[in-house]
């Protein structure tokens, strides 16, 4: 079993940053992929951004390329979102989530495995 704890959502004004962290139990996570996504209400559970079990594979969504930042330390076990020049449309739960038995980052919610409760990110024009 895997657990996933994000932290670090927030209220933000338009232009500002926010710096999202999950967290991971279990020994093997420096073997998982890792990805992001995001449901704003109202609307489906859209992918943010993906990266390999090494680090080297990360993968945006056109709507944050140049904006977003995927990272992940295998030590601590944990994965980042830094979010850049936010705008409004970003509002949204923030969800982190591993796969289970692959390296690579998938952009489909359903080749996750364990998800996080998600954190809530409000970015306000």
């Known amino acids: 079993q895997v657990q996933l704890v994000e932290s670090g959502g927030g209220l933000v004004q338009a232009g500002g940053s926010l710096r999202l962290s999950c967290a991971a139990s279990g020994r093997t996570f420096f073997e998982r992929a890792m990805g992001w996504f995001r449901q704003a209400p109202e609307k489906e559970r859209e992918f943010v951004a993906g990266?390999?079990?090494?680090?080297?594979?990360?993968v945006y969504a056109d709507s944050v390329k140049g904006r977003f930042t995927i990272s992940r330390d295998n030590g601590k076990n944990t994965i980042y979102l830094q979010m850049n020049s936010l705008k409004p449309e970003d509002t949204a739960v923030y969800y982190c989530?591993?796969?289970?038995?692959?390296?690579?980052?998938?952009?489909?919610?359903?080749?996750?495995?364990?998800w996080g409760q998600g954190t809530q990110v409000t970015v306000s024009s």
């Open positions: 990266v390999s079990a090494g680090g080297a594979g990360i």
């Open positions: 989530a591993i796969r289970s038995n692959f390296i690579v980052a998938s952009v489909k919610d359903n080749d996750y495995d364990y």
